[in-house]
């Protein structure tokens, strides 16, 4: 199976533009964990993904849950891509009154599956829900990130030796291997070691990509569909603040209220994806 990475690239970097573009006109935000999934999303709404944005409780859809919340602005980029609502509701990203809260919230945004935030939760409801496919013998997919940090709860690692108990070869999970959560480094704070020997021990069918490339994500996905009877998890080696040289390299990058060499470095960034986008960038 083949398919157009130029159309993905271009996806991608429209993404990229309006979610800079939401956290710069809100004046603050995660900007790390929400750049480092964007090419994960890209090819999963862009390409994977079963979905219908004029429908978006379809039954036989695939479900998405982003169980590291905090990435909900690229999320709502994504969304607003693909037609689930109109672009201008990114610049009301959590101001009073919106339906995009700073973490997703299955009750007001149209596209959500499970309202997350609270780490550790969200892959619990994911095996939950591809758990409910299986028994009722339907083939929709379950496809859920969580963060490399919110691995250190012990709640994330109950729900994985379940998945792999009951077969659930129709989850995905992609662990955002970024190496940094909100108080630091991974290494420093809780030692992750190897995630690919860890989720294979915990009985996964496991490969560990580039998560910048989206060939790479592309191709681990197709694979993991070939197998046919443990779940799927996909390491994504990527970096926070992904896309973004400037965001890549500051130090305290997770939670960004911006300074003024950030807004500056920002709205360059925004300003060169907007030229190769031919978008509007005063807005």
């Not at 970024?178 to 690919?196: A, H, W």
């Not at 990527?238 to 300074?259: A, C, F, M, S, W």
């Not at 360059?268 to 907007?274: D, F, M, R, V, Y």
Request: with cysteine; aromatic share 10%; glycine share 10%.
């Amino acid at each position: 199976m083949s398919f157009n990475l130029q159309k993905i690239e271009e996806f991608r970097d429209e993404i990229r533009f309006l979610t800079l573009k939401e956290l710069y006109n809100l004046g603050f935000g995660h900007y790390g964990g929400s750049l480092s999934i964007i090419e994960t999303l890209a090819v999963l709404y862009g390409e994977v993904m079963k979905v219908d944005p004029k429908n978006p409780t379809w039954q036989k859809r695939d479900y998405f849950i982003l169980s590291k919340g905090h990435g909900g602005p690229g999320l709502y980029a994504t969304l607003a891509l693909k037609g689930y609502f109109a672009e201008e509701v990114l610049y009301t990203l959590n101001q009073n009154g919106t339906t995009l809260p700073s973490h997703p919230d299955r009750n007001l945004t149209p596209g959500i599956d499970m309202t997350t935030g609270s780490l550790g939760q969200g892959i619990s409801a994911a095996v939950g829900v591809a758990l409910s496919h299986k028994l009722s013998e339907m083939d929709n997919y379950t496809y859920c990130i969580v963060g490399d940090g919110e691995l250190n709860e012990g709640q994330c690692w109950e729900a994985l030796q379940f998945a792999a108990h009951h077969k659930l070869n129709n989850l995905f999970v992609f662990v955002d291997d970024n190496k940094k959560q909100l108080d630091g480094l991974t290494k420093d704070i809780i030692d992750p070691l190897d995630f690919v020997e860890k989720f294979k021990a915990f009985g996964f069918y496991t490969l560990k990509v580039n998560g910048k490339s989206i060939e790479q994500i592309y191709d681990s996905i197709m694979k993991g569909k070939s197998q046919s009877d443990k779940p799927i998890a996909i390491i994504l080696d990527t970096v926070k603040g992904q896309g973004v040289k400037y965001l890549e390299e500051k130090v305290d990058n997770h939670h960004i209220r911006p300074n003024q060499a950030d807004e500056e470095a920002i709205l360059e960034a925004i300003t060169e994806l907007g030229y190769k986008l031919g978008r509007v960038v005063n807005s």
